[in-house]
């Protein structure tokens, strides 16, 4: 009979009490941003703020949806942040499997260019891009911000991909060619779905990244009613004070979207991963 010693049982608790510790964590700012939110003004300035409301108010969501004409700032965002999220992912999946799939010396060389690219700050070639894009006239446009947000999101898209081509079988193209396959029919038939993974997982990635992004939108976006959300959230706050109520309903809000595209995708993502393992 096995009698658990002190140790044994500490290493047993362990573990439970701080995933919950790290639970709390990661989930008490969200609460207090629905607290913030759901309150009145007087209880967003209290000196001792409730951690339990004793009342929800929905009228900072009212402003939010309402009054700032929240609908505007999301098509726009929904519009940049796909168009771009999807234009990015097919050049990343191109370009991995032309780096996979074909033999050539200056492999490494452009991998470490790629490197080079991600590494570099996006600030750094803000001032560049402006220039750029004024030029050519693409300042205040979705397509420049579009273009903007595919240069900042692509190295990325394609080191994080290409971890996964990396662990695809070289013999596996070579048995697909010796049964008369092309190179497009190997790309869709057997590169795509055992890729599928880190298509979804990069997928995930980019649109956080150009959902969140708020200096590009800010510098190359002045027409208000071109302004994604980010800059929209950032309008909150104004020279006279900030509704603290309307900016956390805002920010609930801007979350949603993201948690929805999560949700949507992690099914995919558990789908690829077996049917990748399987093909």
Request: aromatic share 12%; proline share 6%.
């Amino acid at each position: 009979m096995h009698v658990a010693t002190p140790h044994t049982a500490r290493r047993r608790w362990l573990p439970p009490l701080l995933a919950i510790v790290f639970i709390i964590i990661w989930i008490f700012p969200v609460y207090w941003m629905f607290v913030t939110a759901t309150g009145t003004r007087e209880t967003q300035f209290s000196p001792r703020p409730a951690l339990i409301p004793k009342s929800l108010s929905w009228r900072n969501f009212h402003t939010a949806l309402v009054s700032d004409s929240f609908g505007i700032y999301l098509r726009n965002s929904l519009i940049v942040t796909v168009t771009a999220v999807l234009i990015a992912i097919v050049l990343a999946f191109l370009a991995c499997a032309a780096l996979t799939l074909s033999q050539f010396r200056a492999k490494g060389a452009m991998m470490g260019v790629v490197m080079m690219l991600q590494m570099i700050p996006g600030i750094a070639i803000l001032i560049p891009q402006f220039i750029v894009f004024n030029r050519f006239g693409l300042l205040d446009t979705y397509t420049g911000l579009i273009l903007a947000y595919v240069a900042s999101v692509l190295p990325v898209a394609i080191w994080n991909m290409h971890g996964f081509f990396l662990a695809m079988p070289p013999a596996l193209f070579e048995s697909a060619r010796v049964d008369g396959a092309n190179e497009w029919q190997i790309l869709m038939h057997i590169t795509f779905p055992i890729a599928l993974p880190g298509v979804i997982s990069t997928s995930v990635l980019a649109f956080i990244h150009s959902w969140n992004d708020y200096l590009i939108a800010y510098t190359f976006m002045k027409d208000p009613g071109k302004y994604t959300l980010p800059v929209w959230l950032a309008s909150f706050a104004t020279p006279t004070g900030i509704d603290a109520g309307a900016q956390m309903a805002a920010s609930l809000l801007f979350s949603l979207p993201v948690i929805v595209f999560f949700m949507l995708v992690q099914r995919g993502l558990m789908k690829g991963s077996v049917e990748g393992s399987v093909k």
